[in-house]
């Protein structure tokens, strides 16, 4: 998959994981997206590492759900990482 593929996909995913995890965050679509492909990039990390399969083509559905996985869990620790600094 070329860099304009984990661009979109990461925006889509990213905004996927805001509608699955509905809440106030700091941030707006860019970083939105930002978050998005750095989860996608997370996914594929962790889909290797626990699996031995990291993201395969755009259309593939391990693709996604890996993608998403990772974007859940970058956008979690952004809000707790945001909701620190604000208290601060």
Not at 21 to 50: Q, R, S
Not at 68 to 77: E, M, R, T, W
């Amino acid at each position: 998959m070329g860099i304009l593929g984990w661009i979109v996909l990461g925006l889509l995913v990213g905004a996927l994981a805001k509608l699955v995890m509905p809440g106030d965050d700091p941030g707006g679509v860019v970083v939105t997206g930002l978050l998005g492909i750095v989860g996608a990039i997370l996914g594929g990390f962790i889909g290797k590492a626990l699996f031995g399969t990291g993201l395969g083509d755009f259309f593939d559905l391990r693709t996604w759900v890996l993608a998403l996985l990772g974007s859940l869990i970058v956008l979690g620790l952004y809000r707790v990482v945001a909701r620190r600094r604000a208290r601060t």
